[in-house]
T-cell receptor, first 110, second 114 residues
């Protein structure tokens, strides 16, 4: 299984962009990168996913490097409600499985 | 759709008792997952069903744990007998099989075994 490496924690000022990095150097050519977040004790919430092109939706943008060995999740204007643990996941091969790592704890401060 | 529905939201039970957690996936989804979350071990995948068939149960901790999916709209995770170390939040998630789909999680069941 392709593993991911994320910083343990990050801070961001409210209103600024939050850039969360993820390394996935062993990713295979047909594996997608997924991002989820978990606010307090709620169930993980889907944010965005991509294969090799950059992606954007109403929540965030996902930038994947050309060699696909790393990616960055961008929250363009962080709010206090974005404080959460953010998980970068490489979807396992040809299954639907999502294997969670330890994630990045993002703290947005006023 | 109301999303993935789990019940109960909270369960407190005594050691040795049987515990059954329930999950209703999103209608039309054909893959279902059970996860367990603790402070020590994070989010662990316990078992994964596809089209009601268990595909991978390698994460099930021991024989005290069992999971079933009798039909496409219902799944259970049973612990018998329960132990204090089973205390955790248990999440159910569902998705539609495919390379380009996302999984949706329920709100979880917080289990406390005393």
């Amino acid at each position: 299984d392709a593993k991911t490496t994320q910083p343990t924690s990050m801070d961001c000022a409210e209103g600024r962009a939050a850039n969360l990095p993820c390394n996935h150097s062993t990713i295979s050519g047909n594996e997608y990168v997924y991002w989820y977040r978990q606010i307090h004790s709620q169930g993980p919430q889907y944010i965005i996913h991509g294969l090799k092109n950059n992606e954007t939706n109403e929540m965030a943008s996902l930038i994947i490097t050309e060699d696909r060995k790393s990616s960055t999740l961008i929250l363009p204007h962080a709010t206090l409600r974005d404080t959460a643990v953010y998980y970068c996941i490489v979807r396992v091969g040809n299954t639907d499985k999502l294997i969670f790592g330890t994630g990045t704890r993002l703290q947005v401060f006023p | 759709d109301a999303g993935v529905i789990q019940s109960p939201r909270h369960e407190v039970t005594e050691m040795g008792q049987e515990v059954t957690l329930r999950c209703k996936p999103i209608s039309g989804h054909n893959s279902l997952f059970w996860y367990r979350q603790t402070m020590m071990r994070g989010l662990e995948l316990l078992i994964y069903f596809n089209n009601n068939v268990p595909i991978d149960d390698s994460g099930m901790p021991e024989d005290r744990f069992s999971a079933k999916m009798p039909n496409a709209s219902f799944s259970t995770l049973k612990i018998q007998p329960s132990e204090p170390r089973d205390s955790a939040v248990y999440f159910c998630a569902s998705t539609l099989t495919g390379w380009n789909t996302e999984a949706f999680f329920g709100q979880g069941t917080r289990l406390t075994v005393v």
